[in-house]
């Protein structure tokens, strides 16, 4: 066990930002990804879980402030010394005697930023040297708030894969929050959907798809022709320009592809689409699933 969460509360004045009332645990080596529109208490979570704000409850862990990293949306360093001098301090190495540091400088395309002092920093290259700095860390748990926001498809792509490639084969944990699903898709191997401060749904990716989604995901664009030829299959919750059909069965996605075939139907088909699965979910909590014929 890593972390355990019980009947966590979190409140700024009279207004209730976070309430996790039924125990969350995060085990070692896990990727969280923790989602939630605006207010829903994701960095409310983060900022609890590192002591950063008052809370009622409990938070049990045997990992020590040392032993986390951590990328916030804003993060503040020592603004009159050069980064260079910051991150050998920190990091506690010579950037010449560090070929893996040097990678990182080099994919970042930060070199020409080391004699900067950090107050001189542009906000895209703050966020890429906080970025190298937590990576550096190897850290036994580590936070990323919205680690590529701000960046362009491209770019947020490019960080993705490095993050992929940083941590495979590594034991370390990560809490990651985001409101890319695709990022999640790609990082994370379990899920915490917040929602108005509270949990809606925690647990692995593939069994929260099952529960809330199916063995499959047909996405197809919302006319009129395709509305008329998904009558006969289970209908989902998802965003109004789209049509989302559950297969419960293997014989189900067959009669359903080979209609969209000889139809000529552009789809996509997905046993993971975490914002699919997300609607899904709170539209459960809330009940008012979607989920039924056309």
Not at 47 to 58: E, F, H, M, R
Not at 70 to 85: D, L
Not at 149 to 177: A, N
């Amino acid at each position: 066990m890593l972390l355990t969460i019980r009947q966590l509360q979190v409140k700024y004045g009279s207004q209730t930002a976070l309430q996790i009332e039924e125990p969350v645990t995060f085990e070692k080596g896990e990727r969280i990804g923790v989602i939630g529109s605006n207010g829903a208490g994701k960095t409310t979570l983060v900022k609890a879980l590192l002591g950063l704000v008052d809370y009622q409850g409990s938070i049990i862990t045997q990992i020590k402030p040392e032993q986390m990293a951590v990328h916030m949306q804003a993060n503040a360093y020592v603004s009159t010394m050069p980064v260079r001098r910051i991150m050998e301090t920190i990091l506690n190495t010579s950037i010449k005697k560090n070929r893996e540091l040097q990678e990182l400088i080099d994919f970042f395309e930060f070199g020409e930023c080391l004699s900067k002092r950090f107050h001189a920093l542009s906000g895209g290259q703050k966020q890429k040297f906080t970025i190298i700095m937590v990576m550096m860390q190897k850290a036994e748990l580590t936070f990323y708030d919205e680690v590529t926001s701000g960046l362009d498809f491209e770019s947020r792509q490019k960080l993705t894969e490095k993050l992929v490639e940083w941590y495979r084969d590594k034991e370390d944990s990560l809490i990651i929050v985001s409101h890319y699903y695709e990022e999640l898709e790609q990082l994370a191997d379990k899920i915490l959907l917040l929602d108005r401060g509270r949990v809606i749904a925690y647990g692995d990716v593939q069994d929260l798809f099952r529960k809330y989604c199916g063995d499959a995901v047909y996405i197809l664009e919302n006319t009129a022709k395709n509305h008329d030829l998904a009558a006969d299959f289970c209908l989902l919750c998802s965003p109004d320009h789209l049509i989302a059909l559950s297969c419960r069965d293997r014989e189900e996605e067959r009669r359903l592809l080979s209609l969209l075939v000889e139809h000529n139907v552009n789809f996509k088909r997905s046993s993971s689409d975490i914002e699919i699965m997300s609607i899904n979910a709170k539209a459960c909590f809330y009940g008012n699933a979607g989920t039924g014929p056309v």
